[in-house]
């Protein structure tokens, strides 16, 4: 026998002690998919016999299927479910996850069944107990298909249970192998001119009968049409939008789900009882005069209808009024009542329209979900949702929307055929995209597509610290830079880092050319610019305004002039730059100052007077050689020193003296890139610094083949004359761009830095040249930094990508959140 069985379902076995139900079980299903009310005896009572705890452990066993069944699970419940309120229980957990309750009934003889239970040790109670389970299985049989189950299976007899097969199918409502292209089209409401247009301008070649009404489309490309509903009513022709797409739909080259105003129909046309407005009387006005053949098949086409579908590998969901990700390929009434009506608060707005829930703001399903029902003047992206009601009907516009590409395609109304109860062209507000600090609080676990990483709980805090106090607005935070890795410790004498090792990492992760870009030592600055103005900003490292608003806006108006001819040369209304602002001392003042000067003032304070003192000491003829050359060599780093951080420290008045350097041209307006060469960023970035010499300066750089030693020498030549010149190092990438991965698909550092020996005394203080400190400081633990690093600019990519691809304003944050919450993972900071 095959039984078959919903993909996504609840099964209950129902059959008495001895009927064979485990064995079944562990025949056709996982160990994992069934869940047996001895195991869960077991667990909270150490018995798997103890009657006594059977409340507790179907307890605990009901959660565990509700948590199997959310995940989107099947699962098995062995237990003998013989009285009502057990088998009640099983289905009222199959509802609240809206999947279907199945029944499997294991009919075996009374008498084998006492003897099995005799067979076994853990047994002990008597045959009055079988015959009593017996009876009420036979009570049960009549009795299933009225407490809710969907599918009732009986095997009656050893041979059928030993013969059953188990077949799984899919619900109608799965269409996940359906990959399109696909064209979808919004509320059509009657507008079957309307229709045709759209159709056409999409590539759609219709199909007329003799009577040249359209019965039927074609794409010549293949295309599949998918029509989110409310093709009737208030219209000039709802039948003959109906023959349309009904014919489409018969033909395999469209699929429709039901609207609010289908559903309507069709309880009209079944005889309910139903009230006769919202643009009903004319659709049946209007079907009156078809013949009884055709509304006989449009009642059966709309009786046919499912309430929703998924589609393209689970990417996209279709409904018409919308559907929250929890229903998605679930089948209940609360599924389907959801998919036609949405969901209300129970309120009215002053036209006396119900007001609706907005659950487009709280979505956060992967799944692109597509829906009409409410009009609105303008379709646009909400959290991954968008609704194609463009109130053709009222005088708007029908409109579809290509798949995958997310193209929006319109034809306007030629009239305005109903009044709308709410006028539809007014000024809205800006659809709330729905941030929720739930989206970053607490422990993550976060896929981003190049990775996976866990951001702890107290990261999450400390990063919400600064964002909640101190960031720009977190939809306008689209990216941060990554942390850097510097190069493995150079063996060079003299030298912590050097490009011979900068060379060798990038040649072993398979890299054969790169870029040496300049280094410059000032403040990383992330810069958006736009051609309208609106939502440009300028932000450090961790997501910070830069200077405040009486700088900034100056400085970004500057930068917004200098872009301007590559906003039309890249057709997009806006550019993201990662740059470097110049000096150092602009931003960093205070720290320089208090961490820097302090130690340099003192050095130099302190160290002459001492050695003035062993001068002294020394005429009078005591040896002080040895502790003089010491404090002349310290007075020496001292110098070194402060010179290594008086070379960035510049004057400023305001906005004087500020520069910028430019050295990616991050993302615009749908696009990242990413992916372009290095040689196409800096291009650009010399554009900028032709547009304003003055506010820009340039990156000076080297390409390098990996392959040539000469370019090796050339480069590390050239290394030693910037950082001769005061210049902080270089930072060596691969030339192919950002997203560079290696034979295995992972990602390579996207730059490794190499400083200058000077520069680093900074960093590791006066002192670090000394042999004994450079062979220490050789044995730097470099992996967690390089860890971080990767991770960081894997996040950042990711953000990129969902920014580019128009995903909610959410899913782009939770990524920026997370590169600002690694920033608190404890790294040497030196590195």
């Not at 199997?68 to 199959?94: P, S, Y």
């Not at 289908?262 to 046309?269: D, F, M, V």
């Not at 086409?301 to 929250?324: E, Q």
């Not at 609105?376 to 991954?384: D, L, M, R």
Request: aromatic share 8%; net charge negative; hydrophobic share 40%.
């Amino acid at each position: 026998m095959i039984l078959d069985v919903p993909e996504l379902s609840l099964v209950a076995l129902v059959g008495i002690s001895g009927s064979g139900k485990s064995t079944f079980a562990a025949k056709h299903w996982k160990p994992t998919q069934v869940l047996s009310s001895d195991f869960f005896r077991g667990l909270v009572a150490d018995d798997e016999n103890d009657q006594s705890a059977s409340a507790d452990a179907f307890e605990v066993l009901h959660y565990v299927a509700g948590k199997r069944l959310a995940a989107g699970r099947l699962t098995v419940v062995d237990a003998t479910n013989l009285q009502t309120h057990a088998r009640a229980g099983l289905v009222k957990v199959a509802r609240e996850h809206d999947v279907l309750p199945v029944a499997i009934v294991l009919d075996v003889p009374e008498s084998l069944a006492w003897e099995r239970t005799q067979a076994r040790e853990d047994r002990v109670f008597g045959r009055q107990v079988v015959s009593r389970m017996h009876r009420d299985l036979r009570r049960s049989l009549g009795q299933l298909a009225r407490e809710g189950f969907r599918k009732i299976h009986v095997l009656r007899g050893v041979d059928e249970i030993a013969a059953a097969e188990i077949r799984y199918e899919k619900l109608f409502n799965d269409l996940k192998t359906e990959h399109g292209p696909f064209d979808i089209v919004g509320d059509v409401h009657g507008c079957r001119a309307e229709l045709e247009a759209l159709l056409g301008k999409l590539g759609w070649q219709l199909t007329r009968d003799d009577h040249g009404r359209p019965v039927d489309a074609v794409h010549p490309e293949g295309r599949k049409a998918v029509f989110v509903g409310d093709l009737v009513d208030r219209g000039p022709d709802s039948p003959g939008v109906l023959r349309l797409v009904m014919g489409m739909v018969a033909s395999g080259h469209a699929i429709c789900v039901p609207g609010n105003h289908e559903q309507k129909l069709a309880r009209k046309l079944n005889g309910r009882n139903v009230q006769l407005t919202h643009g009903l009387p004319e659709t049946l006005e209007q079907l009156a005069a078809e013949p009884d053949e055709f509304v006989t098949e449009v009642r059966a086409f709309i009786d046919g209808l499912v309430s929703h579908y998924v589609l393209d590998d689970g990417k996209l969901v279709v409904a018409h009024a919308g559907l929250k990700e929890a229903y998605h390929g679930r089948a209940s009434g609360r599924v389907r009542s959801f998919a036609l009506y949405g969901e209300t608060t129970g309120e009215t707005d002053e036209y006396g329209l119900p007001v609706r829930y907005p659950w487009a703001r709280e979505y956060r399903g992967s799944a692109a979900v597509v829906y009409g029902h409410v009009p609105t003047p303008a379709p646009e992206w909400i959290n991954n949702t968008i609704c194609l009601d463009t109130g053709c009907v009222f005088g708007g516009a029908l409109t579809a929307l290509r798949w995958p590409s997310r193209e929006l395609v319109a034809v306007p109304a030629a009239q305005e055929y109903y009044a709308p109860v709410r006028p539809l062209f007014t000024a809205t507000a800006k659809p709330d995209q729905g941030l929720d600090i739930a989206d970053v609080t607490g422990r993550r676990h976060i896929e981003y597509g190049y990775g996976r990483t866990t951001v702890p709980a107290e990261n999450a805090a400390a990063a919400l610290e600064v964002m909640g106090r101190f960031s720009v607005d977190p939809e306008t935070l689209v990216w941060l830079p990554p942390t850097m890795a510097p190069c493995t410790s150079s063996t060079v004498e003299g030298y912590l880092e050097h490009p011979s090792s900068a060379f060798a990492d990038l040649r072993a992760a398979g890299v054969d050319r790169v870029v040496c870009e300049e280094k410059h030592m000032g403040s990383r600055a992330v810069v958006r610019v736009s051609v309208s103005g609106e939502g440009d900003a300028i932000w450090t490292r961790t997501g910070r305004p830069f200077f405040g608003p009486e700088l900034d806006e100056p400085l970004l108006t500057r930068v917004r002039a200098a872009a301007a001819p590559l906003f039309a040369e890249l057709d997009t209304g806006w550019l993201l730059l990662d740059a470097e602002l110049l000096p150092w001392s602009a931003k960093a003042g205070s720290l320089i100052r208090d961490q820097y000067a302090g130690v340099g003032a003192a050095g130099r304070a302190a160290l002459p007077a001492a050695l003035a003192m062993l001068e002294q000491a020394a005429g009078r003829g005591l040896d002080v050689g040895g502790l003089r050359d010491h404090l002349e060599l310290r007075a020496a780093e001292i110098e070194g020193y402060s010179a290594a951080y008086r070379a960035y420290v510049k004057p400023t008045d305001g906005l004087t003296g500020v520069t910028l350097a430019p050295f990616a041209v991050l993302a615009g307006a749908g696009v990242s890139y990413a992916k372009r060469d290095h040689d196409w960023h800096l291009a650009l970035a010399d554009r900028l610094v032709a547009a304003d010499p003055e506010l820009f300066t340039p990156t000076r750089r080297m390409l390098v083949d990996l392959a040539d030693p000469a370019a090796e020498a050339a480069a590390t030549e050239w290394w030693l004359t910037l950082t001769a010149a005061d210049g902080e190092g270089m930072v060596v990438k691969p030339w192919a761009g950002l997203a560079v991965t290696d034979e295995k698909g992972r990602l390579v550092q996207p730059g490794v830095k190499c400083r200058g020996r000077e520069y680093l005394r900074i960093i590791y203080g006066p002192e670090y040249t000394r042999p004994e400190q450079l062979a220490q400081l050789r044995q730097r633990n470099l992996g967690r930094k390089r860890s971080l690093a990767l991770r960081e600019h894997g996040l950042g990519l990711a953000a990129l990508d969902r920014l580019a691809e128009g995903a909610p304003a959410w899913r782009v944050h939770e990524l920026v959140f997370a590169i600002l919450a690694a920033e608190s993972e404890p790294v040497d900071p030196r590195l």
